[in-house]
């Protein structure tokens, strides 16, 4: 190793702005959250005043609560189907690319693309309902879109379609990872299908099922695009997630603080979740 | 073999009706884009277009009105091309510099950093936009297409990195110190030996850099100014613009317009794309 200083100092420039950004950017933004910033940053200390009134704000219960409904719905969702997809392209399908193909698209989609088209389709005049009245169903509604209790639910629909794609691909990786000869092995003892995926196949995932949890739950908390598409929030605040409540606070209500203690927030709830299952990745790794 | 061939139908049509459910919203967007408002209004969802007509697409490319500009997509699709190259490029390049030295040249504390970047490519960024702006203000970059490069650029070196570290942890280190041996520096190892290997993981962080940055839309809200504005921007402004009467078929087609150039990355490339999405998750 001549010359130990070259990697160093090649990686040095991109190394320190990157971690600049992400640390730097973060210490400021968790300043900003301690200040008194309204329509301009202010850095008078505030104390923990914007947290008080972050939890005490109504719009904020509704993100939050807003959140964990359609957080759970959207992952249980595209977990469930995702499992389900992979399970099923296991069976040596011969058109297996193709499916594949079709169901992981979304995923090369914008979210502002794919909620653009949702909106039109569960649109309550010409959308969904129409069509189902048009088949023959003459009294069907179907309202929820501009519904304030029944909106974030359409949120959810349009995500899980969007991303059980992405979790049939972690799992299909996951379960052409497994040796075959554990299955052979069960075949020979006469176990049937359904009881090889139940006992053996789908708790050999165990690892791949929890870095997909991790990886959708945080995509959960950062949901941001697919509100502002279909709904914007909409109607009133009633589909606000804290994503978009804090881009309404820092960008166009005048209340950076606010905002940056919203993004605090965000923020220890992303690294709740991923901060153990890196720590545990990388230490296995050594 | 009677039960096993049920099976297989059985098998087969729960496929074909997913099949069908991913595939329903891309069929609305493309058969509502080729009618006129009044087949929009007369069909259904479902329903073909009676007489096909690409005027929708004409109107979201040059005249539909996005707020108060009526100029179509077009100025936002330029933007976004703008944008995405020299995003795409630079990010990719550093990434296989770290990359680099992260798997064949690590050094004490490399490891920590590489955990501490890690990070990077799952926290939430809204985390770092109102500081973010301030930063871009001061380098009198901001609302302009060079504030929206810098960002991609930084905001992509975590995952670049992670994508070339793995991989390159796959190269045998028998190749590097060979090379030494041979007296071949830090560089030429780089450019002779590591570079020429490096076309599947290059391929698979362009596809996913190109992917990623076109389709973003938080940033291009938050730190472009009009002239800025790149397409998912431009799209978002168009279907909520609202006038007298909602023209969805232009909605659709600037969607369509909108989604073409990853839809056609993944339709070419898409087994690099899933190895991309599946880097990010599972460790390599």
Redesign the interface.
Same mark, same amino acid.
């Given at each position: 190793m001549r010359a130990s200083w070259l990697p160093k100092l090649v990686v040095a420039p991109s190394f320190v702005l990157a971690l600049l950004f992400i640390y730097g950017l973060i210490a400021w933004n968790g300043y900003l959250s301690l200040s008194a910033s309204r329509l301009l940053p202010n850095y008078e200390f505030a104390g923990f005043q914007q947290y008080v009134n972050l939890f005490e704000s109504e719009r904020f219960h509704v993100a939050l609560t807003n959140m964990a409904v359609f957080g759970s719905l959207f992952v249980g969702g595209a977990m469930a189907i995702g499992l389900l997809l992979a399970i099923l392209l296991d069976q040596k399908i011969r058109a297996e690319g193709v499916l594949r193909t079709v169901y992981l698209y979304p995923m090369a989609l914008s979210f502002i693309v794919t909620g653009t088209a949702w909106k039109w389709i569960l649109n309550p005049g010409l959308g969904l309902e129409h069509l189902v009245q048009q088949w023959g169903w003459e009294s069907f509604t179907f309202d929820w879109l501009v519904d304030p209790d029944k909106a974030i639910y359409c949120i959810a629909i349009a995500g899980a379609w969007q991303s059980a794609g992405f979790v049939m691909a972690l799992f299909l990786a996951g379960l052409r990872g497994i040796d075959d000869s554990i299955v052979k092995a069960a075949q020979v003892d006469g176990a049937s299908l359904p009881r090889i995926y139940w006992r053996i196949l789908i708790p050999s995932l165990r690892p791949v099922f929890f870095s997909t949890l991790m990886v959708v739950s945080h995509l959960a908390i950062k949901s941001f695009d697919l509100v502002m598409a279909l709904t914007a929030g909409g109607p009133g605040f009633a589909t606000d997630l804290p994503a978009t409540f804090m881009y309404a606070m820092a960008f166009s209500r005048g209340q950076i603080g606010l905002g940056a203690a919203s993004a605090t927030v965000m923020l220890a709830l992303v690294a709740a979740i991923v901060v153990p299952y890196l720590y545990s990745e990388l230490r296995v790794r050594k | 073999m009677n039960r096993l061939s049920l099976h297989r139908v059985l098998?087969w049509a729960?496929?074909l009706l997913?099949?069908a459910?991913? =595939?329903t #919203?891309?069929y609305? &967007?493309v058969v509502?884009s080729l009618k006129d408002t009044q087949q929009?209004?007369e069909g259904?969802? /479902?329903s073909l277009p009676s007489n096909p007509t690409l005027a929708s697409w004409a109107k979201a490319w040059s005249s539909a009105c996005t707020g108060i500009d009526c100029g179509g997509l077009k100025p936002f699709f330029m933007n976004s091309l703008l944008m995405v190259v020299p995003a795409v490029a630079v990010s990719t390049a550093?990434g296989s510099?770290?990359g680099y030295?992260?798997a064949k040249?690590r050094?004490p504390g490399s490891?920590t =950093?590489f955990? $501490?970047? =890690?990070?990077?490519v799952? $926290? #939430? $960024?809204?985390?770092? =936009?109102? #500081? $973010?702006s301030?930063?871009l203000g001061w380098l009198g970059i901001a609302s302009s297409i060079w504030g929206l490069i810098l960002v991609h650029v930084?905001a992509g070196? #975590?995952s670049t990195t992670l994508f070339f570290r793995n991989y390159y942890v796959g190269l045998p280190d028998e190749l590097v110190k060979a090379a030494m041996l041979d007296g071949a520096?830090?560089w030429r190892i780089f450019t002779r030996i590591v570079l020429p290997l490096s076309t599947p993981i290059m391929v698979v962080t362009l596809i996913w850099q190109f992917?990623n940055i076109?389709?973003?839309?938080?940033y291009g809200?938050?730190f472009s100014g009009a002239d800025s504005k790149p397409i998912?921007v431009g /799209? %978002?402004n168009l279907? %909520?613009t609202s006038s007298s009467v909602k023209e969805?078929n232009v909605? &659709?087609a600037?969607?369509m317009i909108?989604?073409l150039p990853?839809?056609f990355?993944?339709?070419v490339a898409?087994k690099y794309?899933?190895r991309g999405?599946?880097a990010?998750?599972?460790?390599g």
């Open positions: - | 098998l729960a496929l997913f099949a459910w991913f =595939l #919203p891309l609305v &967007m509502t929009v209004r259904n969802l /479902l550093i510099l770290n030295v992260l040249w050094f490891e =950093l955990a $501490m970047l =890690l990070f990077g799952f $926290m #939430p $960024m809204q985390v770092v =936009l109102l #500081p $973010m301030q930063v930084i070196i #975590p520096g830090f992917t076109w389709n973003d839309f938080l809200v938050v998912t /799209l %978002n279907a %909520n969805y909605d &659709m600037a969607a909108a989604a990853t839809l990355v993944y339709v898409g794309f899933v999405l599946t990010g998750a599972v460790k």
